[in-house]
C-alpha cells in the first residue's frame, strides 16, 4: 500500500511540472493575443509573449525543482559564522 502512495505522489509530480511549465506560456500567448486583436500592436508580440512564457515556465520549473528534489540536500547555514581553525587565521 505504501508503494501505491508513492506511485500517486510521483504521479501528482508530474502533472503538476507539467502545468507549471505550460501555463505561463499559454498564459503569456493570450495576452499577446489580446494585445494583437483589440489594440492592433502586430505579429511581433505573439514572439514576445511566447519568449516571456517560455522563460517564466523555465523560471517555475526551476523552483519545482528547488523544492522537491533538492528537499533532502542539506544547505549550509550563512547565519552561523565560519570556524577559525589552527590553519585558517583572521
Known amino acids: ?13 508530474v502533472g ?3 502545468l507549471d511549465l505550460i501555463m ?10 489580446l494585445l494583437d486583436t483589440r489594440l492592433g ?3 511581433w508580440v505573439y514572439f514576445a509573449g511566447l519568449a516571456l512564457g517560455l522563460s517564466a ?3 517555475t ?3 519545482f525543482y528547488k523544492r522537491i ?8 547555514d550563512a547565519d552561523k559564522p565560519e570556524r577559525i ?4 587565521h583572521v
Open 41 to 43: 500592436w502586430g505579429v
Open 16 to 18: 503538476q511540472l507539467g
Open 1 to 13: 500500500m505504501k508503494d501505491h502512495g508513492k506511485a500517486l505522489t510521483y504521479l501528482v509530480y
Open 57 to 59: 515556465g523555465g523560471m
Open 24 to 33: 505561463p506560456s499559454l498564459m503569456c500567448l493570450g495576452a499577446a493575443w
Open 85 to 88: 581553525s589552527f590553519s585558517k
Open 69 to 76: 528534489v533538492m528537499k533532502g540536500v542539506k544547505k549550509p
Open 61 to 63: 520549473f526551476w523552483k
